[in-house]
């Protein structure tokens, strides 16, 4: 089992910038991909962008390209978004999950989900 905690959400302004985190315990060894989702209020769940435990990442939507930043602290075993010039439309429920095979994270299908940090931006 692997359980996930986010935290650092918050509500700001329009473009003010918001770091969040995601510490997973328990079998986080095994871990081979910790990912961000996001969704909105009446959509769906986005992905946001993806982490490998080799060190390889990519951001599943382009448009967070330059404004959002996806890192990880394999020795905490924590997963980090910095996002940037935040935007009212960035406002969500945001979502740390993990996966302990490859095939999972290629598909994108995740085991592990954590509870979520919202985020609210005003402009």
């Known amino acids: 089992q692997v359980q996930l905690v986010e935290s650092g959400g918050g509500s700001v302004q ?26 909105a209020p009446g959509k769906d769940r986005e992905g946001v962008a993806v982490s490998y435990k080799g060190g390889s990442y990519r951001y599943y939507d382009d448009s967070v390209k330059g404004r959002f930043s996806i890192s990880r602290d394999n020795a905490k075993n ?36 954590g509870q979520g940090t919202q985020v609210t931006v005003s402009s």
Not at 18 to 38: D, K, N, P, V
Not at 83 to 108: F, H, N, Q, R, W
């Open 78 to 113: 924590t997963l980090y978004l910095q996002i940037d010039s935040l935007k009212p439309e960035d406002s969500a429920m945001y979502y740390c999950a993990a996966e302990l095979t490859v095939g999972g994270c290629v598909a994108k299908n995740f085991a592990y989900w």
């Open 14 to 39: 329009a473009g003010g910038s918001l770091r969040l985190s995601c510490e997973a315990s328990g079998y986080s060894q095994s871990i081979t991909c910790m990912a961000w989702f996001r969704q």
